[in-house]
Nanobody, 122 residues
């Protein structure tokens, strides 16, 4: 079972993208869904998480610009990214945890997906 992130692309600074996270063959209803990113030459960074109850958590770099959400009926997770900056350029990954986890570090994430590239450039 693998998650799949999609929705990446190239945008200009100030633009928006919505990333989607989906999985086949597994219900995410009882999982926390998380978003991570990794820029070239940098360590992976936790961006945002939403737990099974809908409580959200954001890295400081994402607060006020990004919004994480989920649609259990569609078995999907989303990351709406607004006012994108060049420093947001990275490969974005979604992950999911069925038990205790740490949003920032990725500890506890049972499932990881292939990433989607976001490029912010003028």
């Amino acid at each position: 079972v693998q998650l799949q992130a999609s929705g990446g692309g190239s945008v200009q600074p100030g633009g928006s993208l919505r990333l989607s996270c989906e999985v086949a063959g597994l219900s995410l209803r009882h999982y926390a869904i998380a978003w991570y990113r990794q820029a070239p030459g940098k360590e992976r960074e936790g961006v945002s998480c939403i737990n099974a109850a809908g409580a959200t958590d954001y890295a400081d770099t994402a607060k006020g610009r990004f919004a994480v959400s989920r649609d259990n009926a569609k078995n999907m997770g989303y990351l709406q990214m607004n006012n994108l900056k060049p420093e947001d350029t990275a490969v974005y990954y979604c992950a999911a945890a069925s038990g205790p986890y740490r949003c920032r570090t990725g500890y506890g994430m049972n499932l990881w997906g292939k990433g989607t590239l976001v490029t912010v450039s003028s």
